[in-house]
């Protein structure tokens, strides 16, 4: 029936009402020829289903009374008297032993009546006698149910609008179907409810008049009884309290709800379902489940509770080409099993689960299923998270995975999920594992604090990670080892312990447009053969290297910003190759760019700069062509070569430098081609100690100190060389100096040293304590402090006239008489500037000796 409300009172109201009777009960309806089943109810109170109630409306407070008639005809004194004179409380009192229909019809006679027999609390008492549910549950459409706290709903009786959506239908209440058909007089008017014992018989009565589908199982255990739903039923779990808790349908023996085609729009709700077999392992993999869903079938399954112990299997199987369900707001948890398990071209939609504690994967996908699952708790699983393979896909969106055993999620021969937003951390393993071939996208999710690295990419597996935050992880960022390949885009990579970025052992994935930052390791690190292209990519304020290469490997670093790094920019170490070009790398406390122990990358069109060390530093056997690069701004010299190391250096720039241009020293080597050397504030070129490099065609010039210096047994090979306007002199050669020279231009030098020895100046007030002019020193012995000292030539002749003085060599030096560090006071360079010792040569660069692995 429809409720009525206020004076609308249609024909079939007055007519004369014939409930079921006892001739014609649906309590004798054919039932459906099935195995019996037993069933184990709760025990069922019969008193609360009198159509009287015992509430006490004598404290209630009183309505105001409504004056006037109610109807337009004159109504005779008895009438009247009780319309308009009678106490409210009387007439709930009369109220109270009303059923829903005479309530309805009350409600029309008058105001008075309407608002009387509206009110909350009678049709909560009338409500709970026939639903249970201490909170009403309202069903505003097919196959959506959703209980309110009445004190917030905005309509002023949700009892009654409950009552009203929900009358129609079948009880599935153990004992009480007898009583019910028993008692016709008492329950008159309720021709449109039914009652069965079993939910096989609910089932079996679907195709009675008036009986639209729906059913309501009441508080019990129902065990094996064998659900298998091939029609459009809903079936609602119906108890007081939390609902789900109180309404347990379970088998030992069979899937406990089977959906199968025909049940497109079945709906289920509000209970627990298990599926508890005696023997635990005897059953055969993924026979027996909780929830099984078939082929052709699109059934809704909200607010349950989904248990599972067996140990083969899952606790819930979407199976066949057109299975979708929905499956939202349920609890899979503690099952021995899988909990979800998607399959075979399966689809559906499953949103807002609890699924945590199971002993497999929380979530598998295999067989081309495509789920959308979305806003999902996936947690303290006793093995991965979620499991997709076997051509398995899938939407994930806003799901929360944490703590799983293994990884949070896992992605396996030829899988291709797509995973939004969702949050993956805190794993006791890694967060994200792709391997055998996986693929997917994982777009613009946080990854973090898991124990291994945030995302695994290997054996061939080819995924997308884009737009994440990969952070704070007890190891790397992201690894990818094993001819792992991927595009690793757009992410923010920070904070993690070892690596930002790892590629090893023949991986070659695509790494752009990341920031990676503020590791307690290095940046990316390449090693074992490792390749790939890593692109315009923020690397900074890293503790070591913000990239490092070695081990044979080739990567092709190209477009990058590499800054700020508390080491090296980029290091090149045992055998590292590969390709450095066009990146901007500055302001690192070590060197640019490292190049030692048979690394020979290809370093071009780079701007190196701003570094509180060294440009490029090349040493222990280090090779590499370092081509058309911009090289300014270092603390130290822009380029580097030392101990039997032998690049070539060909068309950069190196310029601006807070101290030499290049220097080679300790057996260094090298090619110097064609570059423009200019404006460093030592020698353009200083080379030492047993060192032979060829330099051929540069232009050195506009220096603050010497164009080249050849100093400690060093030689060289000039040729064609344009030596110009630099401030001490353009070739300054020491004693003992060989070089062999040809076509030099050496030229419009401004040869401060000669003029400022010509003129009786102390070279030390040319020079200071920061360059090295290159000129005959002596030793003072009657002022010598150490050994070390060493004194300009007029030094010699003015401050130290008459003293023991030996001539020691011409070479580099800046004079210590003018620094102020000898006994006797400098008469020529003024006030003395206190310094600790003479060096002969640049102070060497800081060497990367820490080498750590992931």
Known sequence: ???????????????????????????????????????????????????????????????????????????????????????????????????????????????????????????????MEVFEYTRPMMHPEAGKFYQINPEEYEQPNPWKESFQQLYKGAHVKPGFAEHFYSNPARYKGRDNMFYYDTIEDALGGGQEPHFDGLIFVHSGIYTDEWIYIESPITMIGAAPGKVAEKVIIENTRDSTFVFMEGSEDAYVGYMTIRFNPDDKSAQHHNAHHCLEITVNCSPIIDHCIIRSTCTVGSAVCVSGQGA????????????????????????????????????????????????????????????????????????????????????????????????????????????????????????????????????????????TIRGNAIFNGNQGGVYIFGDGRGLIEGNDIYGNA????????????????????????????????????????????????????????????????????????????????????????????????????????????????????????????????????????????????????????????????????????????????????????Q?????????HPVLRKNRIFDGFAAGIEITNHATATLEGNQIFNNRFGGLFLASGVNVTMKDNKIMNNQDAIEKAVSRGQCLYKISSYTSYPMHDFYRCHTCNTTDRNAICVNCIKKCHQGHDVEFIRHDRFFCDCGAGTLSNPCTLAGEPTHDTDTLYDSAPPIESNTLQHN
């Open 498 to 681: 070892l690596a930002g970025i790892q590629i090893r052992t023949n991986s070659c994935p695509i790494v752009r447009h990341n920031k990676i930052h503020d590791g307690q390791h290095g940046g990316i690190y390449v090693h074992e053969k490792g390749q790939g292209v890593i692109e315009e990519n923020e690397v900074y304020s890293n503790t070591l290297a913000g990239v490092w290469v070695t081990t044979g490997s080739t990567p092709v670093l190209r477009r990058n910003r590499i800054h700020s790094g508390k080491q090296v920019g980029v290091y090149f170490y045992d055998n590292g190759h590969g390709v450095l070009e066009d990146n901007d790398i500055y302001n690192h406390m070590y060197s640019g760019v490292q190049i030692r122990t048979g690394s020979n990358p290809k370093i071009r069109r780079n701007k190196i700069w701003g570094g509180q060390n060294g440009g490029i530093l090349v040493y222990n056997s280090g090779l590499g062509f370092i081509e058309d690069n911009e090289i300014f701004d270092n603390a130290m010299a822009g380029v580097w070569i030392k101990t039997d190391s032998n690049p070539t250096l060909r068309r950069n720039k190196i310029h601006d430098g807070r101290d030499g241009g290049i220097c080679i020293f300790n057996g260094g080597r090298g090619l110097l081609e064609e570059n423009d050397i200019f404006r460093n504030a």
């Open 1 to 127: 029936m429809v409720l009525l409300v206020d004076e609308d009172v249609p024909a079939d109201m007055v007519a004369e009402e014939s409930g079921p009777g006892a001739q014609n009960s649906p309590y004798q309806l054919r039932r459906k020829s099935l195995p019996k089943r037993t069933v184990c109810p709760t025990k069922t109170n019969m008193e609360g289903a009198s159509t009287s109630t015992t509430e006490n409306f004598g404290h209630r407070p009183k309505r105001p009374r409504v004056s006037g008639k109610c109807q337009d005809l004159p109504a005779a004194p008895a009438e009247q008297y009780l319309q308009e004179k009678l106490p409210d409380e009387v007439v709930l009192k009369i109220f109270s032993y009303l059923l829903e229909q005479d309530l309805c019809r009350a409600a029309c006679v008058c105001k008075r009546f309407s608002e009387l027999a509206n009110d909350p609390i009678l049709w909560k008492r009338l409500y």
């Open 324 to 463: 979708c369900p929905t499956i939202k707001h349920c609890n899979i948890s503690d099952c021995e099993n899988v909990g979800l398990y998607i399959t075979d071209h399966a689809q559906g939609i499953y949103e807002d689960n609890e699924i945590s504690n199971n002993a497999l994967a929380g979530i598998w996908v295999k067989n081309h299923g495509n789920p959308i699952i979305r806003r999902n708790h996936i947690h303290h699983g006793r093995d991965v998270g979620v499991f997709t393979f076997d051509h398995g896909m899938g939407y994930f969106e806003s799901c929360n995975i944490h703590r799983n055993r293994i990884a949070g999620f896992e992605v396996k021969a030829y899988a291709n999920p797509t995973v939004v937003r969702c949050e993956i951390h805190h794993g006791q393993t890694g967060g994200i594992y792709v391997h055998e071939k996986g693929r997917g996208q994982f777009i613009e999710n946080k990854i973090y604090a898991n124990n291994f690295a945030g995302v695994w990419i290997t054996s061939n597996s080819d995924p």
């Open 683 to 691: 020698a353009g070129v200083l080379i030492s100690t047993n060192s």
